[in-house]
């Protein structure tokens, strides 16, 4: 079982930043690939950014040009900076995980926080 726990969420202004971190209780290395998602209000989830653990990175659709997903391997923590914030933005944000355990493909969670960009 891999714990994700999030953090950094909150409020902001249009056009101001905001770097969310995503804990992980393992070493995010083992994990294949971490995301981030986002679910705004009567939206269906999806999908922001990845890293996968040998580094490459995936930015769905225009998101690569404001937001920019990382690691810190020591601490275990993928974090998403978020540029340039605008109020379609708001939305709550999850982490996610995927491994392989075995050929079977494991997915994690974490709780969610809110970000909310208003002026």
């Known amino acids: 079982q891999v714990r994700l726990v999030e953090s950094g969420g909150g409020l902001a202004q249009p056009g101001e930043s905001l770097r969310l971190s995503c804990a992980a209780s393992t070493d995010i290395l083992s994990l294949y690939v971490m995301s981030w998602y986002r679910q705004a209000p009567g939206k269906e989830r999806e999908l922001v950014a990845s890293l996968f653990n040998h580094g490459m990175r995936k930015y769905e659709g225009s998101f690569g040009g404001r937001f920019t997903i990382s690691r810190d391997n020591a601490l275990n923590t993928v974090y998403l900076e978020m540029n340039n914030l605008e109020p379609e933005d708001t939305a709550h944000y999850y982490c996610?995980?995927?491994?392989?355990?075995?050929?079977?493909?494991?997915?994690?969670w974490g709780q969610g926080l809110q970000v909310t960009v208003s002026s």
């Open positions: 996610n995980a995927k491994t392989y355990m075995g050929s079977q493909l494991q997915e994690y």
